[in-house]
């Protein structure tokens, strides 16, 4: 599995470097707006990027949720700015540093949407009956605990257990609907927790080595969905 942790560590790297690239182009771009015309709320702006970095950084270093939102205020913040210096002010040169950081804004939200990083939770789902979720059994060191699959997308899933699992362990995750059982090994990449009493929540990277673990993982989607279906057609049948 060092293949997966070497993948992981990259995967952090290049995570760190586009954070920085986007914030380098973006003061880049205020600075050449600044010598191209003078003018204070520029300079007021310039600050507040360079404060903007630290806060910015700790929502993805702690996995906060309000990482969505500051990014998603500076995508629209961005696209303003591609248009006032492309189409408005018709400085090109401004208008393609704002293009270059919108880009990497763009591929730093794609990675970081993966379940390892980001899952997706229902927030307005209250009734557990209803929640996007998998009843599974995870098997650890020789040990196997009750758990649900809370999030499963591009080739890694999201594990709740109230038991503890070290980082970087293996583990195999068996999921069973409808009389039909998958078993499919992971490696754990990441670990949370959001609230006191509640599961931990587990990132793992499914483990893809060979034609039948890519079978196995499009049959656990399968069974995703068929549980998915399900629940909704249960939560309908009861309004």
Avoid at 98 to 115: A, D, N, Q, T, V
Avoid at 152 to 160: E, K, P, Q, S, T
Avoid at 172 to 201: C, F, H, W, Y
């Amino acid at each position: 599995m060092e293949s997966l942790e070497h993948s992981f560590r990259s995967e952090t790297k290049t995570i760190k470097f586009l954070l920085k690239a986007f914030f380098f182009f973006i003061h880049l771009a205020i600075m050449t707006e600044i010598i191209a015309g003078p003018k204070f709320r520029l300079g007021v702006r310039l600050v507040f990027f360079l404060y903007l970095t630290t806060p910015y950084y700790k929502t993805i270093k702690h996995r906060y949720y309000t990482y969505w939102t500051f990014s998603a205020l500076l995508f629209v913040y961005v696209l303003f700015k591609i248009n006032e210096q492309f189409y408005v002010l018709h400085h090109a040169h401004i208008g393609v540093l704002y293009l270059i950081s919108c880009l990497i804004l763009i591929l730093k939200m794609y990675i970081l949407s993966s379940p390892i990083y980001y899952p997706r939770v229902s927030w307005w789902e209250y009734d557990f009956r209803y929640r996007d979720d998998l009843r599974i059994k995870v098997k650890s060191n020789d040990n196997e605990f009750d758990a649900r699959l809370t999030d499963l997308r591009r080739y890694a899933g999201c594990v709740a257990l109230f038991e503890e699992v070290k980082m970087g362990d293996e583990i195999i995750v068996t999921a069973k609907v409808e009389d039909v059982s998958v078993n499919l090994r992971g490696q754990v990449m990441s670990k949370r927790r959001d609230l006191i009493g509640r599961p931990l929540i587990y990132g793992v990277r499914f483990k893809f080595d060979s034609r039948s673990n890519k079978k196995r993982y499009l049959e656990l989607v399968r069974l995703w969905k068929i549980e998915k279906n399900s629940k909704r057609k249960l939560k309908f049948a009861h309004v």
